[in-house]
């Protein structure tokens, strides 16, 4: 099926909108999902109104922050999303495994349920953009992941921060509770910091480990 799929020139200078309309019209409202960390309200925003009906995921790992769970609440409310949690397999309990082994800890919370989540899929929509740090630096707008066997779209790639700001204030968008007290990137709470002016957005999470990605795009 996407194997052949021929990934147009130029998906880099399209609005993030636009990038949503050609994946839909390649692969079907059916065959798309979106992966929302929900720390900002732009990558749903963004989705729901170009693909109305589109599937959105939130991984539920168990350790979200009380306050990502409102802002997906409100989200889900206010822009009426079709939002879909996917937890962990039911053996996997709340435990102590971020503080011995992130790896394992991310691997039955993230990259598990993230496999179950797009299972059936040809695309996969994220919000990894080239602005969240050196790690993303060459992000593409839409890359054949061999490994997962989809499409990968990432429509905000090309995003800077200004742009998120600017589309957030346009669009008169909720902003997440934890941006104002200095998280510039909300994952599990265990396992984030707010970060120091200057420092990367991503800095703050899994910090003092090697760790910079959870295995859902690295
Ligand atoms: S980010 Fe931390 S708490 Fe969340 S799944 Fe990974 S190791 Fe576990």
Known sequence: MTASLAIPRGLDDLHPADVLRWA????????????????????????????????IVLLDTQYLFAETE?????????LDLNL????PLAEVQPD????????????VRKVEPLARAIAGKQAWVTGVRRADGPTRANAPVAVY?????????NPLATYSDDD????????????HPLIDK?????????????????????????AGAAKTECGLHG
């Open 145 to 153: 992941d061999i490994g997962r066997g989809l499409v990968k779209i």
């Open 70 to 78: 409102w802002f997906a609440e409100e989200l889900r409310t206010r």
């Open 24 to 55: 839909n019209d390649q692969f079907g409202l059916a065959n798309l999902v979106v992966t929302a960390s929900f720390e900002d309200a732009v990558l749903v925003h963004v989705a729901a109104t170009a693909v109305p009906g589109i599937d």
């Open 182 to 206: 200095g998280y510039a990137s909300i994952g599990c709470w265990p396992c984030t910091r707010p970060v120091a002016p200057g420092e990367d957005k991503r800095a703050g999470r899994w």
């Open 96 to 107: 102590n495994l971020w503080q011995t082994d992130i790896e394992a800890c991310c691997h």
């Open 84 to 87: 879909r949690v996917v937890h």
């Open 164 to 175: 998120m700001a600017l589309y957030t204030q346009l669009h008169d968008l909720p902003i």
